[in-house]
């Protein structure tokens, strides 16, 4: 009698497996979805109160969106630029002078508007929307007296 108490519940649990409906079986995930990927610039900029050095000059415009901002930075010099293929799977890394690793992977891609989740360990994971035009700017620590800034952007915004 003792076996079959046990033997009963086992095979309500595996016979339960079978008639699930599809949605309810989370053991079993759904095939990926296709991946998909973007060409995204990733520029690292670092931003001070020392000096007043505007380097390259592009970064003129980035220097009058911060001050638009309230963000009182005199200084803006490039450190690194890139174009990184960013991804639905794997994450795209981008190496800081600070040490630190920041990753960049695709959420989404509709229409003229991706979805990048940016994360920069110790600091901050947020979502970003980056469209064909324009400029993303994320913070991603101090280094050497100021502060790193992720400037992403479309190869076609350039």
């Known amino acids: 009698m ?3 108490t046990l033997v009963a519940p086992l095979m309500l649990s595996l016979l339960g497996s079978f008639f699930l409906p599809t949605q309810a079986r989370a053991q079993a ?5 296709k991946a998909q990927k973007l060409q995204v610039e990733v520029a690292v900029v670092l931003v ?8 390259p000059p592009e970064l003129q415009k980035m220097k009058e969106t911060f001050q638009k901002q309230n963000f009182n930075f ?3 010099k490039r450190l690194s630029q890139q174009s ?3 991804g639905t799977q794997v994450p795209a890394e981008v190496k800081l002078p600070n040490g630190v690793t920041a990753s960049l992977r695709l959420l989404r ?3 003229d508007t991706a979805t990048l989740r940016v994360d920069v360990p110790q600091l901050s994971a947020v979502d970003v929307e980056l469209g064909r035009e324009g ?7 101090k280094h050497v007296g100021g502060e ?4 992403l952007s479309s190869p076609a915004a350039k």
């Open 148 to 151: 790193l800034i992720l400037v």
């Open 29 to 33: 995930p759904a095939p990926a979805a």
């Open 2 to 4: 003792m076996t079959r």
């Open 109 to 111: 891609l509709q229409g």
């Open 135 to 141: 400029a993303v700017y994320q913070r991603a620590g």
């Open 84 to 86: 990184l293929e960013v």
């Open 48 to 55: 001070s109160r020392s000096g007043s050095e505007v380097s």
């Open 74 to 76: 005199t200084s803006f």
